[in-house]
């Protein structure tokens, strides 16, 4: 258990607690000084936390995210805990305000909050167990049945932004890229992807709360329940959105079995069924999101993971 504080100074923990080399090159490519500003007060913010919250630290997760700092911690009773210190304020904000509407149906619980601080303390899972851990098939009827208890009606504070709000700047980005030199040889699929985003946005069917970021490795075995979401994105908007990602996951995967063009349309017309959505609104956004992500990755040099997005997409 943490102490009180002597003379205004947090007790060492003894455990050290140094971001983990892929949050300091995530944190300071996005947000440059400034995150690196954020980085060297990392150690003294938890130290604060520890403290505050009567935590004990155990260990940092590695290799951690890309956005947080992941602590393993015991609560004062000795229950096992996470301390998530995150570098986007706001991200962690509307993080904490979708755990919380979904108070532990479907994904992890939030037992404490400074969200000023961009501090989480989170019930702890099986970290090292994700539903990539299963086989294909049991992995995708896993995600579904979780991923269907997220669908809520959203919360009315704080207001979180729309999926046609956050994708009007990836469909800016794309226009940008179209006439890239680099993106020569993929502009009729980017003109696809504005064209089927432009079309989606007009006819949004509902309103619920999603994870926004959804797909296998954001899914982890758990105790009081057998699979559990974590780290959402969220977004106000239609169920299609959600299942973009989960259905391109395991795409390294994909791309080597025998007629991988077909099986992926077949994956996409399965989970849009299983789960009682139209084909074309989720085929549509697994194309839209697909292109942005892979023009994205094109634009920052990554062509082998650009050409892996954009060859999928292609497939839809």
């Not at 997760?61 to 602590?71: D, M």
């Not at 229950?79 to 904490?96: F, Q």
């Not at 106000?236 to 996951?249: F, I, K, M, S, T």
Request: hydrophobic share 45%; aromatic share 4%.
């Amino acid at each position: 258990m943490a102490t009180a504080p002597h003379e205004g100074d947090s007790e060492p923990t003894g455990v050290p607690v140094e971001p983990p080399q892929r949050l300091v090159r995530a944190v300071q490519a996005e947000h440059g000084a400034a995150g690196g500003a954020w980085l060297a007060t990392v150690p003294e913010r938890v130290e604060g936390l520890l403290d505050r919250w009567e935590l004990t630290a155990e260990r940092v997760w590695t290799p951690g995210g890309r956005g947080s700092l992941l602590v393993l911690v015991h609560q004062a009773d000795g229950a096992p805990a996470v301390l998530k210190l995150g570098a986007n304020k706001e991200c962690v904000e509307r993080e904490c305000a979708a755990l919380t509407h979904w108070g532990g149906s479907g994904a992890v619980r939030v037992l404490r909050s400074e969200c000023p601080e961009g501090a989480l303390l989170l019930e702890r899972l099986h970290g090292e167990v994700s539903l990539r851990s299963l086989p294909e098939a049991k992995s995708m009827l896993e995600a579904a049945e979780t991923v269907r208890r997220l669908w809520v009606p959203p919360p009315t504070e704080p207001a979180l932004p729309s999926v046609p709000d956050h994708t009007a700047g990836q469909a800016a980005a794309l226009r940008a890229a179209r006439d890239q030199p680099w993106a020569a040889d993929v502009g009729p699929l980017i003109d696809e992807a504005l064209t089927v985003h432009a079309e989606l946005v007009a006819t949004s069917p509902e309103t619920l709360l999603l994870h926004g970021a959804y797909r296998q490795g954001k899914v982890l075995a758990g105790d009081r329940a057998p699979w559990l979401a974590i780290a959402p994105e969220p977004l106000v908007g239609e169920r299609a959105y959600d299942l973009a990602w989960l259905a391109r996951d395991r795409l390294d995967t994909l791309i080597a079995l025998p007629g991988a063009s077909n099986a992926a349309r077949r994956r996409v017309n399965k989970l849009a069924d299983s789960l009682e959505l139209d084909r074309d609104r989720l085929r549509g956004w697994a194309l839209f999101r697909s292109v942005a992500a892979g023009v994205r990755r094109l634009s920052r040099g990554e062509r082998d993971e650009g050409e892996l997005l954009l060859e999928f997409a292609g497939w839809l």
